[in-house]
């Protein structure tokens, strides 16, 4: 009974039955339809040849990783120390002037104090500890203070100990770092890595990331190309 | 008579006569008095200017539309509330040509942007003053904007049938917000910078799509010489070309669906006589 009903309210499929004039045999589509349907297809398809390209132009930065393979040289191996922290200054974009160089804090690693953390990423542990001054809560340069050994972020009170780590404030996870190696004698500072509460390290990451616990998982990694 | 007065262009000729009709005018009005081409256009020179508006209103068809649009009927009580939307879109007008005339000499180069601002202040004239209006005018379109909202708000005028102009007026909101946002970082002093930086990292702490959002703001990972020139295309560019657009949409609507009475006057009762009841 039910399909009879639906079987009326249908129109049916060949336009010949319809009663169209012109009608050929077995033609299901109307040219009325037809060429509404193409004239939409083609500009859809014109449309999407300049727009879709545009906007992977302007979305592309969101798909590429950001790392640089580039190592910079912040000087010879007599001017660091394992008890204090040493400013120096790299580029991390030469094209924007003063606004592209960052300051960094420089020491020597300490096997006894800093116990052999896994921020290496391996057993050979990094012979530096090179902080970024990239405070993580939202990105002020945070300033180092030797007689408390701490850091601390002017914007909102953000406080880092000697490691890096969160002292105290908004910050959602310790400084973040840089390879480090030495080449003749000369220390030499590499890419940017992110390390969460056990200096387990991380790619880098923007300020304001969690990547303790569950967390990490709400703030992806870029991804690699 | 013609062949007597020197060539004129085709366009002036006086065109030949039909079969059924007679002499054409004289160019040059006879002794007697009678007119001749030249007088008749003499006259109708002094109406040119309303020919020019006659001929463009009928091939346009603008008074009809002006006069649904600016003289449409409004409720009793409309007051002076009612204005602080027409001045919101004065201070976005306001702005765009301020704006315009800033691009001519500001320059979005990280490394240029600071000395081109500053060359505007000082060594422009009357850089001090556009610039000047177009920083405070930001300011006050926002304060502007919300007093709009609020006004809609407290007369109850996003009701039925007026939520859509609502939600485009939120959106709108949303927009002129994102043009303070992205206008702070051009004069890329100190305060802009390290304000885009922390603003930047605000988006960036949103779960999931936060490091995709901070990543588009910032053109890469870092803060880099891409970032000022994209703040720059959006904040002169794609959002207010969306905001005029929108603007359109809000005003349509304004003048389709008419504004709302405000909320303290009443209908009028009419007391039913005994007839109509």
């Known amino acids: 009974m039910a399909e009879n009903r639906s079987d009326k309210n249908r129109k049916p499929r060949y336009t010949a039955d319809r009663g169209m004039p012109g009608a050929f045999e077995g033609e299901t589509v109307t040219r009325r339809g037809f060429m509404t349907g193409g004239a939409l297809a083609a500009g859809g398809i014109a449309s999407a040849a300049f727009a879709l390209p545009a906007l992977g132009f302007a979305l592309a930065p969101m798909f590429t990783d950001g790392t640089v393979d580039r190592w910079q040289d912040v000087g010879p191996e007599s001017d660091f120390n394992p008890t204090a922290y040493v400013p120096k200054v790299i580029n991390t974009d030469p094209g924007v002037g003063e606004a592209g160089k960052a300051t960094i804090y420089v020491r020597k690693f300490d096997p006894e104090s800093d116990k052999p953390s896994p921020s290496d990423g391996g057993s050979d542990p990094i012979p530096y500890v090179v902080l970024s001054t990239r405070c993580v809560h939202l990105g002020c340069p945070v300033r180092y203070y030797q007689a408390p050994k701490r850091f601390v972020c002017p914007c909102h009170g953000g406080i880092y100990d000697f490691q890096g780590k969160v002292d105290g404030g908004p910050p959602v996870r310790p400084l973040d770092r840089f390879e480090a190696r030495v080449t003749n004698g000369r220390v030499e500072v590499g890419e940017r890595f992110s390390v969460n509460s056990e200096l387990r390290r991380f790619s880098p990451r923007d300020p304001s990331n969690h990547l303790d616990g569950l967390w990490q998982y709400l703030y992806p990694a870029r991804p690699s190309t | ?277």
């Open chain 2, 1 to 277: 008579m013609s062949k007597l007065t020197p060539p004129l262009p085709k366009f002036l000729r006086p065109a030949p006569p039909r079969p059924s009709e007679k002499e054409p005018t004289p160019d040059i009005g006879e002794p007697n008095g009678k007119p001749g081409r030249a007088d008749k256009l003499r006259e109708s020179a002094g109406e040119g200017g309303a020919q020019v508006i006659g001929w463009l209103d009928e091939r346009t068809g603008t008074s009809p539309f002006l006069r649904g649009f600016l003289f449409r009927k409004v409720p009793k009580g409309t007051n002076w509330f009612y204005s602080l939307g027409s001045a919101t879109m004065f201070a976005f007008v306001s702005q765009a040509v301020t704006g315009v005339f800033l691009a001519m000499y500001y320059n979005p180069d990280a490394t240029r942007a600071y000395e081109s601002a500053s060359y505007i202040t000082n060594e422009v004239f009357a850089g001090e003053l556009v610039r000047g209006m177009h920083k405070w005018g930001s300011t006050v379109m926002i304060v502007l904007l919300f007093l709009h909202m609020a006004r809609t708000f407290v007369f109850g005028a996003y009701k039925y049938p007026r939520e859509l102009n609502w939600v485009i007026g939120v959106v709108l909101l949303v927009l002129t917000l994102a043009m303070g946002l992205t206008g702070y970082l051009l004069p890329f002093d100190q305060r802009s910078y390290w304000a885009t930086i922390v603003a930047v990292n605000l988006n960036a702490s949103a779960p999931l799509i936060g490091p995709f959002l901070a990543d588009f703001l910032r053109g890469g990972a870092e803060f880099s010489s891409v970032t000022i020139t994209r703040f720059y295309a959006l904040h002169m560019l794609l959002i207010p070309g969306l905001i005029a657009a929108l603007i359109g949409a809000h005003l349509y609507l304004v003048a389709k669906l008419g504004t709302t009475a405000p909320p303290w006057l009443r209908a009028e009762k009419k007391e039913l006589t005994k007839e109509e009841i």
